[in-house]
């Protein structure tokens, strides 16, 4: 009885960490509801505290072999992309990890699954305002992941 409690209990937390966010241009959820995950946010709109990291968590299962993979990461105002400085255009090829919690890098293989994991500041300089951040892993200009949440920046 103690393990089953044990385990609704580690499941409750699991399921507690998971955040909604919707795929790339469209309004559609990820199937798995443990796909990503963010620090601090459960459902949307994300807040973003100035002065903070956020640690994002996401599952990758690559539909095709990947050698290697950019950070694109942008709040979008309005329709006006804002680089989130420090984590756009950087290499996320250092953020991969295997399933057993070892980092791993790129190249990566279709069909096996990946973690990828990293953290951004919140900047004081960022204005306090809502925004939905883009938040992307590219080979080139293809995307390979993509979702999008709301967020608001706050003091």
Sequence with gaps: MLRKT????????????????????????????????????????????????VNIEMKLVPNRDIQSLTNNVQGIINILPIPFIGVDGTNACDNIYNTDGNKIGCPLKKGKQYIYKNSFPILSIYPRISVTVHYALKEGNDRIMCFEVPAKITK
């Design 6 to 53: 044990i385990l609704v209990f580690a499941a409750l937390i699991v399921l507690a960490s998971a955040t909604l966010v919707n795929q790339c241009d469209s309004d559609l959820q990820f199937e798995d509801t443990e796909q990503i995950k963010i620090s601090n946010c459960d459902k949307p709109e994300c807040p973003l505290k100035q002065g903070s990291t």
